[in-house]
Each structure stands twice: as C-alpha cells, then as structure tokens.
C-alpha cells in the first residue's frame, strides 16, 4: 500500500489496532508503519506509553523499525509520507505523531488522529521531536524533473494554500501566463499538484498540475 492508498482507504475511520483506549494517534502511527512500510506491529510500540518515546526511544532499540525508516531531526526539511513526533508542548499536550502530507512552513499538513477519527488537519511544529523516513514509500515523488517556467493553458487556474481542492484560494493564473515550479510534487484529491514560493507572501503556493498522472494544465 502506498501513502495514497492509506489515505483513501483510513481517512475519516478510527483506527485500533491494540484495540485499547479506542482510536488513539499511535494505532495510526502503527497501522501506517505495518501497511506502507511492512513494519511488524510489535517494532512500532512505545518506549513509555507516549507516542513521542517511538522516536526517542523504540527507533533505536528496534532493528525491523531501523531497517525501514530513517530519523530525522526537526531541522529536515518534510516530505509527504514522512511520520512526525512530537514531545511536550503547548500545542500538543503529552506528546504526538502524524503522517506528514505537506510542509507549511510553521505548521505541517497531517493525516491525524486523536482527537476525533483519522482526518486531514494543521499542526504547529512547536514541540517537534523530528520525523521517521519511510525507505521506500510507492506513489510519492518529491522530485521529477517539473523544476522550471511552466506556461499554464486552461483558462484559469486556481492557487491554494494547500495541496487541496478544499484549501483557500489565493491567487489565480490565466492562459498563457507562466509559473515557475520547484520540482517538489505530491498527489491528492484526484491531481497531482506543484508549488513555488510565493513573491509577496514567502509562503509554499500549490497548483493542481492536472488530473493524477499529467500536467494536462500546464506546458513547457
């Protein structure tokens, strides 16, 4: 299974996998870890009883998690598919873990859970402990040669904030006008999306590239 299939197929459901405590964010961070990764469950458990010891501690003394993933500091700059950690903060009472969809500068677009069922949400990066690298993760391609002057060819074209159909639109491009991508791309709701930097926000800007799989809506 890769990170889009996982998303399709646990967004909006709880999930329980030591069916203990109901949907908590571990069971995710472990059925994720199992499906995606093919980690085993018993090299995804806690140190201490709180999300944040996988990272501090259960990485090291687990050599099938090891064999999987990579660990990151919070200074690493995200990538989707990547499992972010969180120790005590504010903002995260106890500590957390996600799946990372995309970075926003301060904050990281996340497949979560607890509170609520599996969802979509922002999480500050106040209290990041760092991220767990997937290996190998099928379907997400951070990198593949769309850096450069794209000339847009529908009639318009939307500028989110999010890699989303459902995020705020910010700006707008017309035919023929051009954007310059950084070559990072991701897939959801149905297109695969690009960014760039905004000129006057400084902020990571997303459009939709086309229907998963083209560009249809842009031309070199």
């Known amino acids: 299974m890769n990170i889009d299939q996982f998303i399709q197929t646990y967004n909006g459901k709880t999930v329980d996998v030591d069916k203990a405590y109901g ?7 472990s ?4 499906d995606v990764a093919g980690v085993p469950q018993s090299a995804t458990h806690t140190s201490n009883g709180y999300a944040g010891s996988v990272y ?13 993933f990579d660990r990151l500091p919070a200074s690493a700059t995200p990538r989707k598919g990547d499992v972010a950690f969180w ?10 873990v996600a799946i990372v969809l995309a970075d926003q500068g301060g904050s990281l677009l996340c497949l979560t859970q607890n509170p609520g069922a599996t969802h979509q949400g922002s999480i500050t990066k106040n209290g990041l402990l760092g991220y767990l690298r997937p290996k190998t ?15 847009v060819n529908v009639a318009k074209l939307n500028v989110r904030a999010q890699p ?5 639109i910010v700006a707008q491009y017309s035919a023929g006008q051009t954007v310059n991508l950084d070559g990072w791309t991701t897939r959801a709701d149905g297109y695969d999306w690009g960014r760039y930097i905004g000129a006057s926000s400084g902020k ?3 459009i939709a590239l086309g229907p998963a799989g083209t560009t249809s809506y842009l031309t070199r």
């Open 23 to 29: 949907g908590q964010c571990w069971d995710l961070w």
């Open 31 to 34: 059925r994720y870890a199992q």
């Open 137 to 151: 993760v099928a379907g997400t391609s951070q990198s593949n040669g769309i850096a450069g002057a794209w000339r």
């Open 164 to 168: 989303s159909t459902g995020a705020q």
């Open 204 to 206: 990571h800007r997303y």
């Open 56 to 68: 501090t501690g259960t990485w090291n003394k687990q050599p099938a998690l090891r064999a999987k």
């Open 87 to 96: 120790g005590n903060a504010p903002a995260t009472p106890h500590t957390h």
